[in-house]
Each structure stands twice: as structure tokens, then as C-alpha cells.
């Protein structure tokens, strides 16, 4: 089987509204799978479904054999489902790089002890500052996070979701709010770790989308439309209408 997630007839209604109508999705082990679609298309809540953090009404997730459709989230995060942090999973006092380690130290499922303990530390700061660098944060490591800029937040969040080591990433918007430099840092990121691990992307920046991916699905009131290759999607006649023409 080479699919790594696989969604079947997923549906999810908010007050009737259906954001997940049906939706069945297939990505690819080691692919870069984006994800677009209009505002309120429903992205946000497959991505949320796929973590755990929202439960469907029916239908199934897949992930690597196992049927996760249920399961809460830390178990989903053990098997290597892990989507980006939301900006409170950041400790404001903590260096970047400690807000790192203590992401690796969650992964480990066990505690070390306080972070401090100097014997315990390399543990964690080696993988930690191997993530802080793949993000191209090394220079502000050691700076609180509550002194970091929005587009090193963006950045730090990352280093945190990499440092998990996880099988599949799940990027919302991970450029949203960054500046043209920053969206170009972690268009560089993404292309690093493109192929080192199964990634779901969703973009808006539809260049960066046309860069990046190695297959496409066009989500539109909670159905996946049409998915293929950058080059089909593009050119598409129902994508154009729905999408990309608008
Ligand atoms: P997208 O990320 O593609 O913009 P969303 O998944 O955020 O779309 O939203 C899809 C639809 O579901 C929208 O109509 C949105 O208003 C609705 N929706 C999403 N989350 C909630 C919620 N928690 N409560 C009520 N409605 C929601
Ligand atoms: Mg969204």
C-alpha cells in the first residue's frame, strides 16, 4: 500500500454547515501534498481532523494501516502525525531553543526532568539545535521567544513540529502573516525538507504551491475536487472555475 493517509467519506458539520462533506483524500508516502481551495473550504478543519483536534461526524482516517479516525491526539503524535504548533504551545520566558528541546522531550513520551539538569541537557539541546538551524534560526536561539518577530515565531513553531521527528507534517497556511523574505526562508525550508518526510501543505500562495508540490488537491465546500500533478491541476477547466479563475 502506498498510500500513507488515506480519508474516506469524511464529514464534519458546524450548525449544519457541512466543512467536510464527504471528503476522501489520498497522500502518498514522501510526497508533498498541497492543499488549496477557496476561504471556508474546509482546509482548516481536514487539517484539524487529520491532528485530532476536531472529531468527524463520519467517515474514516487511515494513517499508515492504522485507522485513527478516534484516536486522540498524543497517541496520533507517537505514530508520527504532528501539524504545527499554535502560537500558545510557546513559553514567552524560554529561549527559542529551550521552547525546542522541551518539543523533544515531549516526543521522547518521557520525562528527562527539569530542564536545567545539566546531564540531562545535550539530550535534548543536540536535536534541538539541529532543528533550530534546519529553520535558519540558529541567531536568535538564545533569545526569549516573546522577543521573537512574527516571522521567526512562524520559524520557531517549526522547529518545534520538526524536532518530533514526525512521519507525516501538516503545515496550515504556514506562511500567513510572514514578510515576502520570511515566506522565501520557509519556501526554502519546505524544498529542504521535501522528500526527507510525507508533508500536507496548505497555501495560499499559489506560486509557492506551483514550487512546491509534488501532487495537489483542490478542496471546495469540503470535496475534493480534483487532485494530480501541479501541471493537470493548473490546467484543469473545473479547478480554473472554481479556484484559480475567481
Ligand atoms: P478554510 O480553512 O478552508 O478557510 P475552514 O475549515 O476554516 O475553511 O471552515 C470551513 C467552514 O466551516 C466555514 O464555513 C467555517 O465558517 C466553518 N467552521 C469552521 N470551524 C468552525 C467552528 N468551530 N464552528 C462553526 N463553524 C466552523
Ligand atoms: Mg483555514
Known amino acids: 500500500m502506498n498510500s500513507l493517509l488515506e480519508v474516506k467519506r469524511l464529514t464534519k458539520r458546524f450548525r449544519g454547515i457541512a466543512a ?28 484539524g ?17 492504522v485507522d485513527i479516525t478516534h484516536m486522540p491526539i498524543h497517541k496520533r503524535a507517537l505514530l508520527g502525525v504532528a501539524r504545527s504548533y499554535q502560537i500558545t504551545s510557546v513559553f514567552e520566558e524560554l ?17 528527562f526532568g527539569v530542564l536545567g539538569e545539566v546531564a540531562q541537557e545535550w539530550k535534548l539541546l543536540e536535536p534541538a539545535s539541529q532543528a533550530i538551524e534546519a529553520v535558519g534560526l540558529s ?23 520538526l524536532a518530533m521527528r514526525p512521519k507525516i507534517l501538516l503545515l496550515d497556511e504556514p ?26 501543505l496548505i497555501e495560499h500562495d499559489l506560486q509557492a504551491v506551483f514550487e512546491l ?4 488537491s483542490v478542496l471546495v465546500y469540503g470535496k475534493v475536487i480534483a487532485s494530480g500533478h501541479p501541471d493537470e491541476i493548473r490546467s484543469d477547466p473545473r479547478v480554473i472555475e472554481a479556484y484559480i479563475g475567481e
Do not use: C, W, Y
Open 20 to 47: 467536510s462533506d464527504g471528503l476522501d483524500l489520498k497522500v502518498t508516502r514522501g510526497e508533498l501534498h498541497a492543499i488549496i481551495g477557496p476561504n471556508g473550504a474546509g482546509k482548516s478543519t481536514l487539517i
Open 49 to 65: 481532523q487529520l491532528s485530532g483536534e476536531i472529531t468527524p461526524d463520519s467517515g474514516s482516517i487511515a494513517f499508515d494501516g
Open 95 to 111: 529561549t527559542a531553543l529551550q521552547n525546542v528541546a522541551l518539543a523533544v522531550q515531549a516526543r521522547s513520551g518521557h520525562s
Open 139 to 161: 541567531e536568535s536561539m538564545n533569545h526569549p521567544a516573546a522577543l521573537l518577530a512574527h516571522g521567526a515565531r512562524r520559524q520557531l513553531e517549526l522547529a518545534m513540529v
Open 175 to 200: 506562511m500567513a502573516g510572514t514578510s515576502p523574505t520570511e515566506s522565501k526562508q520557509i519556501v526554502g525550508l519546505l524544498k529542504k525538507l521535501r522528500g526527507t518526510m510525507t508533508i500536507v
Open 213 to 216: 508540490a509534488d501532487r495537489i
